[in-house]
Every structure is written in C-alpha cells, then in structure tokens.
C-alpha cells in the first residue's frame, strides 16, 4: 500500500501504491497525467479496464503528482490528487501507481522507466498519440511498442472536432467559459452513471471517500 496514499480512501477496491513499489505478474496498463480525468482520459481508463477483463489480470493506472506540466510551471492543476484519484478510482482498476514528479524523477531517462514498468508485467499498454515519458520527454508511445504490446488510443473529440484535452479546458476556464470545460471533463455524468455504465463491463464495486 503507498504511503499516505490509501488513508483516504477504501481500499478494498482499489490499491494505491507510489512508484517502485508495485510488481506483479502480469497486468494492462495505462500511464498518464489525468488531469482532470476528462472525457479522453476516461476513454483510457475504460479501454484499459475492458482488456484487463478480457485477459483476466489486474488493470494498473500508472500517474504523476503532480502532472508534469505543473512541475514545470506551465499550467495549474485542473484538480487536487485527492481529487483525480477519486475520479481514477471510480472506474475500479485494481491498482494505481502515483509517481513522486519531482527532481529526482525528472531525471529518469527512458530505460530507467522501462526497467519499472517491466517490473508490472504488461500483457498490453494503453496510451495516448502524444504520451511521452523520460527526462526531455526522450520516450514515445512509438518507443514503447519496441519493448511492450501497446495500443496508442486516438485523441476524443467534441462535437466540432476540437481534441478534448486539459489545456484546452484552462483555456476555457479562463475565458469564463466554465459550462464548456465542464462539458468536456463529463464528469457530473460519470458520477450519475452506474458502475456499469462507467465502463461498458458488468458491474464494479466503487470506491467510496
């Protein structure tokens, strides 16, 4: 169980661990920053859930706190990690990884998390077209697929073709434009849905606060 991770929370449902401390013999796993855990975001969550299930091992939700943009000063936060672990959770996958992003981890170069994530077994990783990882973003989705089976998900559009996406929900945020942004996060439907709904599967035992 991480640190201070799992205080807050049943963990019944879901385990919370930090980097480094998971291994298992095999997974699916899908990496990201999650901010706001919008509509893109939950698409991942879903695919990834869907092909836990298919091949019967554990879902991992493998992220970062706080999201690199924040790190480098580039954008706020769109929600407290309380917050997006509460959303994450919601989907039940069996296991989230929170990484410290800070200094030391900013380091890391490419094969040092490739050593880790090897350490999780993936049958398959899921991710988005523009998934980087390693120090000055020198790890791609594309270089993942030399070392796992992985699966790179399209960007979710809105209806005028516009990519959902974090930074395009600051921006309308800051232009006053807060029914828009909370369109595109989608998150008061995902809270009224059932279990079921969430994620296309049978039902899940949710994570409760």
């Not at 970062?64 to 997006?84: C, W």
Request: net charge positive.
């Amino acid at each position: 169980m991480g640190r201070g991770l799992a205080k807050d929370f049943d963990s019944t449902t879901v385990a919370f661990h930090r980097d480094g401390e998971l291994a298992l013999t095999a997974s699916v796993v899908t990496i990201g920053a999650f901010d706001g855990v919008h509509r893109g975001h939950q698409e991942l969550l879903r695919q990834t859930i869907a092909a836990a299930r298919r091949r019967s091992v554990p879902a991992v939700v493998y992220t970062f706190d706080p999201p690199p943009k924040v790190y480098f000063g580039k954008a706020e936060a769109l929600i407290s990690l309380r917050e997006k672990l509460d959303r994450m959770a919601t989907f039940a996958p069996h296991h989230i990884v929170v990484a410290d992003f800070n200094q030391i981890y900013v380091r890391r170069n490419a094969a040092e998390f490739l050593a880790e994530l090897r350490r999780l077994r993936p049958h398959e990783v899921i991710v988005g077209e523009d998934f980087r990882f390693g120090s000055c973003k020198g790890g791609t989705a594309q270089l993942l697929r030399q070392h796992f089976d992985t699966r790179i998900l399209p960007p979710v559009r809105c209806g005028n073709g516009e990519v959902v996406s974090s930074s395009r929900i600051r921006l309308l945020r800051r232009s006053g434009l807060s029914a828009a942004a909370a369109a595109l996060e989608d998150w008061r439907d995902i809270v009224a849905a059932s279990p079921a709904d969430r994620s296309g599967l049978p039902q899940l035992e949710v994570i409760g606060p």
